[in-house]
């Protein structure tokens, strides 16, 4: 699973010759620990005349215990530079951007991010829509030239969900966005007044949290994440994984379920067991997933039909059964893992990218239903994410997997873990419908 050449590069002999011969030299990105003040250095802020976020975002800034600068400073290295684009109406003004960023970008920090809010385009028109999509191919292209583990994203709020930008800026200006890049996230109006959880720390706490595949790899990452949030984590995987199930559930203090989702009655048993011993379930992550990768010419049915009823059938299945008997409770989250494979498609993928495209669709879908009970349904698309499921992948394509983003690496499964978390924080019942990419901006489905 270990990144070799990365480790290279910060040898004694890897520092010589990577830059010699124009090597990528994959940055060590800043991950979360306890404790650890949210940036490596001031934000600064700046806005567009007439901005309508430059205000909530100061205090959602300052409550976060992040250092904020209005006006550049003279040799400072910034944690981030925030830039409220809402006032934007015209493409002609689009020269805020230049104006603010230009001078400053070199000095973002190692793991410094950009984070760019607009309108969301389709909520208005005319010259004020063009100009609020344009955002769109400056923040990627920032992402782009961002050296040292910098990232950059849009944030498209809503008019009206001015105050419910905070968890997601928490999550982007922290190391727990290490991994994602080059992203759009809209904020909607409908769960503008989700209120801040007690604690920034345990948001989760008095929780109960599925989920699903949790033995290993990424779903194992989501348990220890969503525990240490403070959530009760009911951990579910196939029996024969029950030895890694167990382990996991020990040390998160959580409940192990042996269950197959694609049993027929796995909605029903899934369903009572959640009612029975929690009386309910608040936030359902369906992280199950299975490859059985081979060109559509040489596929097998069976090989088809397994991959579609594990990625996507069975979470419908088991998303009718619990919002049917409102075992999901009210202001429930649901959330969807998805892949760069089912946005970009991939040789030898298509009955992976057709479920993971379909996951997408299950979003879209969800998103007015799970609304209308104040909950919140949104997706992860992972993109190489160093688990046995990519250590697996054949080398030549690993390397290429590794390398072709602008983070130059893999993401870990703490970074996809990060992610959902975000979404299945109280404070991010504005957040619905959305796909974020956690890829470090690769290159494939860009
Ligand atoms: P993994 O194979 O290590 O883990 C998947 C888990 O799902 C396993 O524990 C497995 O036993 C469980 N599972 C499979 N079928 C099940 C069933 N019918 N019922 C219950 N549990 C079942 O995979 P991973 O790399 O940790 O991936 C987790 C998710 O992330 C998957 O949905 C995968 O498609 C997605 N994903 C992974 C990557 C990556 O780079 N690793 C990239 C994109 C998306």
Not at 8 to 15: L, V
Request: charged content about 20%; proline content about 6%.
């Amino acid at each position: 699973m270990a990144d070799r050449y990365q480790k290279f590069t910060k040898t004694p002999i890897g520092r010589f010759v990577v830059p010699k011969l124009g090597l990528p030299n994959p940055p060590t990105l800043r991950r979360y620990q306890p404790g650890q003040p949210p940036l490596d250095g001031p934000a600064l802020l700046g806005a567009a005349p007439n901005g309508r976020l430059e205000k909530p975002l100061r205090t959602q800034l300052d409550a976060a215990g992040i250092e904020v600068l209005t006006a550049p400073v003279d040799d400072q290295r910034y944690g981030a530079l925030v830039f409220d684009a809402s006032g934007i109406t015209d493409p002609a003004d689009l020269r805020e951007l230049h104006r603010f960023f230009s001078p400053v970008i070199r000095k973002v920090g190692a793991s410094g991010r950009v984070v760019v809010l607009g309108t969301p385009p389709e909520h208005v028109e005319g010259r004020e829509r063009i100009a609020q999509r344009a955002l769109e191919g400056f923040t990627r292209s920032v992402g782009k030239e961002l050296k040292r583990g910098a990232t950059s994203q849009l944030v498209y709020v809503a008019r009206g969900a001015e105050e419910a930008t905070e968890s997601t800026m928490r999550f982007l200006l922290s190391a727990k966005s290490a991994f994602v890049d080059g992203q759009v996230i809209r904020i909607g109006t409908h769960g503008k007044t989700s209120s801040a959880p007690e604690s920034w720390d345990r948001p989760l706490a008095g929780r109960i949290a599925l989920v699903t595949g949790a033995s290993r790899g990424i779903g194992a990452a989501i348990a220890r994440v969503l525990a240490r949030d403070g959530a009760h984590v009911v951990a579910l995987d196939i029996p024969a994984q029950g030895a890694d199930l167990a382990k996991v559930t020990n040390d998160v203090g959580g409940s192990a379920l042996q269950l197959d989702i694609t049993a027929p009655d796995a909605p029903d048993r899934l369903a009572g067991y959640l009612t029975e011993r929690h009386g309910g379930v608040d936030v359902v992550v369906h992280n199950a997933g299975i490859t059985r990768d081979k060109t559509l010419a040489n596929l097998t049915e069976s090989a088809w039909s397994a991959v579609l009823t594990v990625n996507l059938v069975a979470q419908l299945a088991v998303n009718d059964k619990l919002l049917a008997d409102k075992v999901l409770r009210d202001n429930g989250r649901i959330v969807g893992v998805s892949s760069i494979a089912g946005i970009a498609g991939n040789v030898g993928q298509t009955n992976y990218a057709t479920s993971k495209a379909g996951v997408i669709g299950m979003v879209n879908d969800g998103a007015p239903t799970l609304a209308e009970r104040g909950g919140t349904i949104n997706a992860v698309a992972p993109g190489f994410i160093e688990t046995k499921m990519t250590a697996a992948v054949p080398l030549f394509i690993r390397e290429a997997g590794r390398r072709m983003s602008s983070l130059t690496q893999g993401g870990l499964p703490v970074d996809v873990a990060e992610t959902i978390a975000w979404y299945a924080n109280p404070a991010s019942a504005a957040v619905n419908g959305n796909v974020v990419r956690v890829c470090g901006q690769a290159l494939i489905g860009a």
